[in-house]
T-cell receptor, first 113, second 116 residues
Framework: DAKTTQPPSMDCAEGRAANLPCNHSTISGNEYVYWYRQIHSQGPQYIIHGLKNNETNEMASLIITEDRKSSTLILPHATLRDTAVYYCIVRVGSSGSARQLTFGSGTQLTVLP | AAGVIQSPRHLIKEKRETATLKCYPIPRHDTVYWYQQGPGQDPQFLISFYEKMQSDKGSIPDRFSAQQFSDYHSELNMSSLELGDSALYFC???????????????FGPGTRLTVT
C-alpha cells in the first residue's frame, strides 16, 4: 500500500471550513484513498473514500487531484466535536478477503472556539 | 443502527496472566479486524478474519491468538501478559465477499487493557 504524508497538526476556527491535505505520490491505479478520524481514545471512525472522482457525503468532501498524487479532506463547517486525529490511508480495494488499514501519523485537527 | 460491540471495556491483569477480549461485529459483517493502540501511538493492525478463516496477519506477538466463530464473533486471546501489552485494543468489522471492491471498516469502542 502507498505511503501517505500529512501535516502533524492544524487549527481551524469553529464554523469555518477545515481543509486537510494528504500527499500520496506513489499511489497505484487500483488504490483507494480513505479518510478516518479518531476522537481521543475512541475507535477510529470512517469518514469517506474515493478512487479518482471527488466524493461528498454528509460528513465531508474528498477532493482528489487529477494525477491522484494528493487529496484534500474538507469539513465544510467545523465544530468543536470535529477535533480529532485525521488519518489519510491509501489501500487497495479488494473483494473476497480482508485488507487491514495501515495508520500513519495523521493530522491532529484542533477546532478553536 | 447496530455497532461493533467489544467486551470487556476495561480489563486489569497482572504480568504473566492471560486475557480474552471479545468482539461482536455488526450483523451481516463477515470480516473482523483487530488493532492495538499503545499510549500515544497510532493503531497497529494485529490480525483479521474473513468467513471464519484467518485472512491477514500483522504485528501480532506469538503469545496472542485469535479466532472467529460460526456466529462471526471473534476472540483475541493473550497469554503471558507483559507490561508492554497495556494498550487499547480495537475490533473492527466490515462486509466482505464480493459485495464491492472497496468497503469501510467500522470500529468498536475498544477494550482498555492494563497490565500491572
Amino acid at each position: 500500500d502507498a505511503k501517505t504524508t500529512q501535516p502533524p497538526s492544524m487549527d481551524c476556527a469553529e464554523g469555518r471550513a477545515a481543509n486537510l491535505p494528504c500527499n500520496h505520490s506513489t499511489i497505484s491505479g487500483n488504490e483507494y484513498v480513505y479518510w478516518y478520524r479518531q476522537i481521543h481514545s475512541q475507535g477510529p471512525q470512517y469518514i469517506i473514500h474515493g478512487l479518482k472522482n471527488n466524493e461528498t457525503n454528509e460528513m465531508a468532501s474528498l477532493i482528489i487531484t487529477e494525477d491522484r498524487k494528493s487529496s484534500t479532506l474538507i469539513l465544510p463547517h467545523a465544530t468543536l466535536r470535529d477535533t480529532a486525529v485525521y488519518y489519510c490511508i491509501v489501500r487497495v480495494g479488494s473483494s473476497g478477503s480482508a485488507r487491514q488499514l495501515t495508520f500513519g501519523s495523521g493530522t491532529q485537527l484542533t477546532v478553536l472556539p | 443502527a447496530a455497532g461493533v460491540i467489544q467486551s470487556p471495556r476495561h480489563l486489569i491483569k497482572e504480568k504473566r496472566e492471560t486475557a480474552t477480549l471479545k468482539c461482536y461485529p455488526i450483523p451481516r459483517h463477515d470480516t473482523v479486524y483487530w488493532y492495538q493502540q499503545g499510549p500515544g501511538q497510532d493503531p497497529q493492525f494485529l490480525i483479521s478474519f474473513y468467513e471464519k478463516m484467518q485472512s491477514d496477519k500483522g504485528s501480532i506477538p506469538d503469545r496472542f491468538s485469535a479466532q472467529q466463530f460460526s456466529d462471526y464473533h471473534s476472540e483475541l486471546n493473550m497469554s503471558s501478559l507483559e507490561l508492554g501489552d497495556s494498550a487499547l485494543y480495537f475490533c473492527a468489522s466490515s462486509p466482505g465477499g464480493w459485495v464491492a471492491p472497496s468497503y469501510e471498516q467500522y470500529f468498536g469502542p475498544g477494550t482498555r487493557l492494563t497490565v500491572t
